[in-house]
C-alpha cells in the first residue's frame, strides 16, 4: 500500500463516519436507488440540481460515486502517456467538481503536484471537495460558479471535466467544449471523462472527431478493482454491479515545461 493509497482509505473513513453518523446503511442505500435513477432515467432534472438534493443521495455520492470516480480517473491518468506530468506551478482546474473526488485522484497522482481550483454551483459539494482536497494534502480552493460561463486560471493549467459535461445543456455543453479546446490549442491540458452510456453518445461524436484532429486521443477503458469495502457494500445492497469500472475519455495533453 502506498501513501496515496492511504489517503484515499483515510477519506473514504471520514466520509463514512460523516455520512453514516446522520444515516443508517438502509438511508445510504435508497439514496443511492435515486441518485442511480436521477442519472439514468430523470436526466433532464439533472439541470435544476435534483443529484444532490437530499440527504440520502448526498451520502450516496460522497460514499458511492465519488470514489468510483476517483478510481476510474486515477486509473485513466495512470495509463495515459504524460498525464502525470503536469507543469511544475501548474492549476488544476476542476469543472463541476462535485466532492472533488476526481480532480483529487488528477492532482495527487501528478509528480509536480498543481495547486487546485474546484468550481462546481452546488454550496454542499464545494464544502465536501474543500474535505476532499485537503484530505489528500492539495493545496486547492473552491469557486462557487456556472462552468459554462466561468473564467478559467491563467495557465499553464490542466482542465478537467469529470461526469460533468453531460449535466450541461446542449448550447452550453457546446460553448464550453470550444473554449476548452481554444485553451488546449493554446497548450494547457484537458481531460473529458465521462460514462460509456448512450446519453453521452449522442454528443459525443462530434468532439472525439475535435480532439483526435488537434493531436489528442480518445478512449474507452475498463478496469477490474477490488472496490473499497464500503462502496462493494451499497454496489451490493442497490442491486448495482460495479467490480468493473468503465469509462471514456478525451485528452489533449503533452508534458507541460
Ligand atoms: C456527476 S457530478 C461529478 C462530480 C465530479 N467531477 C466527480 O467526478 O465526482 C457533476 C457535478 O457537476 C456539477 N455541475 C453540473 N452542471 C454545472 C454547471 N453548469 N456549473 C457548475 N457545476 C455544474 C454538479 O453540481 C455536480 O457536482
Redesign the pocket.
Known sequence: MNADDDRFELWLKEAEQQHLADLTFPQVTSGLRALSST?VERRRR??E?A??DGTGKRAA?ALF??PL??LT?RAIVRALPDALRAANGSTLA??????????AAWAASCVDTPRVIG????PW?LGEAARTYRAFGLTARTVR????S?SLPKGPVSM?????MN??ADA?RDALMQRLLDRAAAGDRLLI?EPIAGFVARWWERWRVSVEQMGGRADEWRFRVDLPPIVAKLDRAAKLDHRELTARSLWIGREQD
Open positions: 442519472y439533472l439541470g440540481g443529484a444532490l455520492f460515486y465519488g470516480h476517483f480517473v476542476d469543472l463541476g467538481c462535485g466532492t472533488g473526488a476526481a480532480g468550481i462546481d454551483r452546488h459539494a460558479g456556472d462552468i459554462a466561468v478537467l471535466a469529470a461526469f460533468t449535466e450541461l452550453s471523462v
